[in-house]
């Protein structure tokens, strides 16, 4: 969907140090559960022959998921860090919408031209949540490294030169 050759864009979601501090604190307490399970066979009145299965099995279903999620977050984190870094403020103007589902609710799929001083336009979609949608037409901030074509849409900060629109 872009206007030159290269990597195809990707949205980078905003993830702060204290999003990647409650992840990994979720993922440990998950990578710990088999471990514990483990430690405490014959404490519980479960047998410990069935205390031993369900500790291993956690712990060999557990610990490699929660090893990706953790290198994941950190990946998420970096790659934000790099936008923060070397991105370059430009504008996003909303060509198309069109309702999709988003995670477990409904949302909205945006087609967006994304242009900037100094930066190739190229169209990409981004996925958001249906509150407060933006309408067609409606010019966004996004912050974009144009190496790696990665971007992210600050939905609630106008474009450079764009004012907010009033609320209710």
Same mark, same amino acid.
């Given at each position: 969907?872009?206007? @030159?050759?290269?990597?195809?864009?990707?949205?980078?979601?905003?993830?702060?140090?204290?999003?990647?501090?409650?992840?990994?604190?979720? #993922? $440990?307490?998950?990578? $710990?559960?088999?471990?514990?399970?483990?430690?405490? #066979? %014959?404490? #519980?009145?479960?047998?410990?022959?069935?205390?031993? #299965?369900?500790?291993?099995?956690?712990?060999?279903?557990?610990?490699?998921?929660?090893?990706?999620?953790?290198?994941?977050?950190?990946?998420?984190?970096?790659?934000? @860090?790099?936008?923060?870094?070397?991105?370059?403020?430009?504008?996003?103007?909303?060509?198309?919408?069109?309702?999709?589902?988003?995670?477990?609710?409904?949302?909205?799929?945006?087609?967006?031209?994304?242009? %900037?001083?100094? $930066?190739?336009?190229?169209?990409?979609?981004?996925?958001? %949540?249906?509150?407060?949608?933006?309408?067609?037409?409606?010019?966004?901030?996004?912050?974009?490294?144009?190496?790696? @074509?990665?971007?992210?849409?600050?939905?609630? @900060?106008?474009?450079?030169?764009?004012?907010?629109?009033?609320?209710?």
């Amino acid at each position: 969907m872009s206007l @030159r050759p290269g990597p195809e864009p990707e949205y980078v979601p905003r993830i702060g140090p204290f999003g990647v501090f409650f992840l990994r604190a979720m #993922i $440990l307490f998950g990578m $710990l559960v088999g471990p514990v399970t483990l430690a405490t #066979i %014959g404490r #519980i009145d479960e047998s410990p022959r069935t205390q031993a #299965i369900v500790g291993g099995l956690f712990t060999a279903v557990f610990t490699p998921v929660c090893v990706w999620a953790w290198r994941a977050a950190g990946r998420a984190r970096a790659r934000t @860090r790099r936008l923060d870094r070397s991105g370059i403020p430009a504008a996003a103007e909303v060509l198309a919408s069109v309702e999709t589902p988003v995670g477990e609710g409904a949302g909205v799929a945006l087609t967006l031209r994304i242009s %900037g001083p100094g $930066l190739p336009s190229f169209d990409a979609v981004h996925e958001c %949540g249906k509150s407060p949608s933006p309408q067609v037409g409606e010019v966004l901030f996004a912050l974009v490294d144009p190496a790696g @074509r990665l971007f992210t849409i600050d939905h609630g @900060r106008p474009a450079a030169g764009k004012p907010l629109p009033d609320g209710p």
